[in-house]
């Protein structure tokens, strides 16, 4: 996300990009809600500061339930495998070896550290969504 949008010493909500409206439209309570089943957890993630503007504080609260949470985590992650998948396939000539030095490039571009995301599994997110969408090619 700080690839795409300034999040310096915090993230100034903003209908001007995808993030912000994900999260405006989470903006539903003015008082703390526990919403989140058994069956949902949040692992320990890092924290986004956000500044919410006076507007939408008065207009539309200013909590985000752990449910909302949970899924712009979620919607973080997806958009994240997307933009793994896409710049893998775009760089693939099909050489022996290509998907190594490309999921290696990818995590050199945004600063990855092995730590933080493993190649292995990163190699298996993309073979799971590659096979995807062989299947829906195929259907």
């Known amino acids: ?31 703390e809600q526990e919403d989140l089943p058994h069956n949902y957890s949040i692992p320990n993630t890092v924290k986004l500061k956000i ?7 008065r207009n539309m609260g200013f909590i985000i339930s752990e449910r909302h949470q949970y899924r712009f985590n979620n919607y973080l992650y997806e958009e994240f495998v997307e933009r793994m998948i ?3 396939n775009e760089n693939n000539t099909g050489a022996k070896g290509d998907i190594r030095k ?15 995301l493993g ?21």
């Open 1 to 31: 996300m700080a690839h795409y949008v300034k999040i310096d010493p915090h993230f100034v909500l903003t209908e001007k990009n995808r993030f912000g409206i994900f999260l405006i439209n989470s903006l539903r309570h003015k008082k």
């Open 51 to 57: 500044a919410i503007p006076e507007h939408y504080e």
């Open 86 to 88: 896409e710049r893998i």
């Open 102 to 116: 490309n999921l290696l490039l990818f995590r050199e571009k945004y600063q990855i550290s092995e730590d933080e």
């Open 119 to 139: 190649y292995k599994t990163m190699e298996k997110i993309w073979e799971r969504k590659n096979k995807t969408v062989k299947l829906c090619k195929s259907a």
